[in-house]
């Protein structure tokens, strides 16, 4: 493993690298399909490069939830009962990543990653106007079993997610594309509160480069939830799919 601790680009690096996750995950998803590889890259075993990822994860969806709150935005209490589902999933997700083999999680996160490119490339176009929400009765109790098992995913790797939450809160519980993403990074910050305790514990986490990837989510997190969750997407879309596939060749066969 290489000493990169002595060259300082290291840390400019991981902000920025944070900053544009932050951004992502906030306007859509993704971030950790950026974060979570170069982690690994910078030669971090793969559960440590996990846990890491946390706490940015964690720093971007606080930011985001007072982001979304200073613009009246909420879906209180329905978010809080899915975050809590989600969490209860994540301790499962998380403790699996802790135990799983380094080879095996890099082969698994690269599958991951191309899949979730699939899913960006052909994501189906969706008609936000003129929506029924649906967030209470039987409704809310399949998401909250939904989610449980979107936890467990979480807890486990967390890459991607952000994609299958939004279709999930749009298609089934028929929220539009503010609501969407205001619930979905509350939900996030609970369940990946607990994923990131859970490596924390297994002393899976190095706090330095995690703080540094921290403050970059925080600034990406907070800027994209008070500029726009539609506009940019296809901008960054290009440079996410060219990024992700370079990384999961490497994570494949280096």
Same mark, same amino acid.
């Given at each position: 493993?290489?000493?990169?601790d002595?060259?300082?680009?290291?840390?400019p690096?991981?902000?920025?690298?944070?900053?544009i996750?932050? !951004?992502?995950?906030?306007m859509? /998803?993704?971030?950790?399909?950026l974060t979570?590889?170069?982690?690994?890259?910078l030669?971090?075993p793969?559960?440590?490069?996990?846990?890491t990822?946390?706490?940015a994860?964690?720093?971007?969806?606080s930011?985001?939830? =007072?982001?979304?709150?200073?613009k /009246?935005?909420?879906?209180f209490? !329905?978010?809080?009962?899915?975050?809590?589902? /989600?969490?209860?999933?994540? =301790?499962i997700g998380?403790?699996i990543?802790?135990?799983?083999?380094?080879a095996?999680f890099?082969?698994?996160?690269?599958?991951i990653?191309?899949v979730?490119?699939?899913l960006?490339?052909?994501?189906?176009?969706v008609? #936000?106007?003129e929506?029924?929400?649906?967030?209470?009765g039987?409704?809310l109790y399949?998401?909250?079993?939904?989610?449980?098992?979107?936890g467990i995913?979480?807890?486990?790797?967390?890459?991607?997610?952000?994609?299958?939450?939004?279709?999930?809160?749009?298609?089934?519980?028929? =929220?539009?594309?503010?609501?969407?993403?205001?619930?979905k990074?509350?939900?996030?910050l609970?369940?990946?509160?607990?994923?990131?305790?859970?490596?924390?514990?297994?002393?899976?986490?190095?706090w330095? #480069?995690?703080l !540094?990837l921290?403050?970059g989510n925080?600034l990406?997190?907070?800027?994209s939830?008070?500029w726009s969750?539609?506009?940019?997407?296809?901008?960054?879309?290009?440079?996410?799919?060219?990024?992700?596939?370079l990384?999961?060749i490497k994570?494949?066969?280096f």
């Amino acid at each position: 493993m290489l000493e990169i601790d002595q060259f300082l680009w290291i840390y400019p690096l991981l902000v920025f690298a944070g900053f544009i996750a932050g !951004f992502m995950n906030t306007m859509a /998803g993704g971030g950790s399909l950026l974060t979570l590889p170069l982690l690994i890259f910078l030669g971090l075993p793969p559960a440590v490069a996990n846990g890491t990822n946390r706490i940015a994860i964690v720093m971007s969806t606080s930011s985001a939830t =007072l982001g979304f709150k200073s613009k /009246g935005v909420s879906t209180f209490p !329905f978010n809080i009962y899915l975050g809590i589902c /989600g969490l209860l999933g994540a =301790l499962i997700g998380a403790k699996i990543a802790i135990d799983i083999d380094g080879a095996l999680f890099n082969k698994i996160l690269a599958i991951i990653m191309i899949v979730v490119v699939v899913l960006i490339v052909f994501k189906p176009k969706v008609n #936000y106007t003129e929506l029924i929400e649906r967030l209470t009765g039987k409704h809310l109790y399949i998401s909250m079993i939904a989610f449980f098992f979107i936890g467990i995913y979480g807890g486990f790797i967390n890459a991607g997610i952000g994609f299958v939450i939004m279709l999930f809160l749009h298609y089934y519980n028929r =929220l539009n594309l503010v609501k969407v993403n205001s619930a979905k990074v509350v939900i996030v910050l609970i369940y990946t509160t607990g994923a990131l305790i859970t490596f924390a514990l297994a002393d899976k986490v190095n706090w330095t #480069y995690g703080l !540094f990837l921290a403050s970059g989510n925080f600034l990406g997190g907070w800027s994209s939830s008070r500029w726009s969750v539609k506009k940019g997407e296809n901008s960054i879309k290009v440079f996410l799919i060219v990024i992700v596939v370079l990384m999961s060749i490497k994570l494949w066969f280096f």
